[in-house]
């Protein structure tokens, strides 16, 4: 599944290959992808673009709704600091 929160960060809770094609169907470039290691996502800047998600299947979800998804996705061994 793909999310969206309001703030406009993408992700999928299924795979980084299914985030991608997501993404190409959106017309992002795989440049724009912010491979973070704990939160990997696309930012949607506009609001044409994060309607456009929604309307071809994206959940829009809360931020923090996107955070505990990520929590679970992608667990943090040990403190960063």
Known sequence: ?????????????????????????????????????YHPHYDLTTKRMREKAQKIGAQLVTSREIVLLLKTLYPIDKPLF
């Not at 992700?11 to 724009?32: C, P, V």
């Open 1 to 37: 599944m793909i999310y969206l929160d309001e703030k406009g960060h993408l992700i999928s809770d299924e795979s980084l290959d299914e985030l991608h094609l997501f993404a190409h169907n959106l017309g992002l470039k795989r440049e724009w992808f912010q491979d973070h290691p």
